[in-house]
């Protein structure tokens, strides 16, 4: 059964830290590896990933794609109250767009 | 910036009523999802829609549920008889190709009751 797990489930850190947030996958048909950022209702769109060591950066966050262990880090740097969120890792799959998600991992940056 | 918005944000239905959760995709997009999540569970895949033909389902896409492009912007999903499990937020997204990033609207909170 293809799955996509992420950890820690949850964080809590004080602002100013760096996080490294995981996500290892075990998929059939891959095709790429998305984050997104879900404050109170929608997911928000962070980085989509298909080619492996190559590194993807939005100002402080960053993500990159590990295609032969099966897993993507995200980090996020010089944390803020703001970055609070889950963080959820997803698998793209074949053609017809069909993403499956982790459980996400729960960030709370306190003051 | 081109948004998908759902409507209603909230709704409340009585078990075993039909209930029909609409979006609008982004404007130049050509595949359509629905997601569901259930309060405090991962987000779940129900339905793809390209080429207005279903193009993929789950096993929790029974046969109690529906999606339909009545016209050129909307995208519906409608639940038959709905059941105390289905209560959850219902995410509409969109893409311009599947293999591109989708997009998610603010979704839509069903209560059933």
């Known amino acids: 059964e293809d799955k996509v797990v992420q950890s820690p489930l949850s964080l809590v850190v004080h602002e100013g830290d760096t996080v490294t947030l995981n996500c290892s996958y075990e998929?059939?048909?891959?095709?790429?590896l998305l984050w997104y950022k879900q404050e109170k209702k929608a997911p928000t769109f962070l980085f989509m990933l298909?080619?492996?060591?190559i590194e993807k950066k939005s100002g402080r966050l960053s993500s990159i794609l590990d295609k032969k262990e099966l897993f993507s880090i995200l980090n996020i740097t010089a944390t803020q109250t703001g970055d609070s969120a889950v963080y959820l890792c997803?698998?793209?799959?074949?053609?017809?767009?069909?993403?499956?998600f982790g459980q996400g991992t729960t960030l709370q940056v306190k003051p | 910036e081109p948004e998908v918005t759902q409507t209603p944000s909230h709704q409340v239905t009585q078990m075993g009523q039909e209930v029909i959760l609409r979006c609008v995709p982004i404007?130049?997009?050509?595949?359509f999802y629905w997601y569901r999540q259930i309060l405090g569970q991962k987000v779940e895949f129900l339905v793809s829609?390209?080429?207005?033909?279903?193009?993929?389902k789950s096993e929790i896409f029974d046969d109690q549920f529906s999606v339909e492009r009545p016209d050129g912007s909307n995208f519906t999903l409608k639940i038959r008889s709905t059941k105390l499990e289905d209560s959850a937020m219902y995410f509409c997204?969109?893409?311009?190709?599947?293999?591109?990033?989708?997009?998610f609207g603010q979704g839509t909170r069903l209560t059933v009751v």
């Open positions: 997204a969109s893409n311009r190709q599947g293999k591109d990033e989708a997009f």
């Open positions: 997803a698998w793209g799959s074949g053609n017809t767009g069909k993403l499956i």
């Open positions: 404007s130049n997009h050509l595949y």
């Open positions: 829609f390209y080429n207005n033909e279903i193009s993929e």
């Open positions: 298909t080619s492996s060591g």
């Open positions: 998929v059939t048909n891959f095709r790429s």
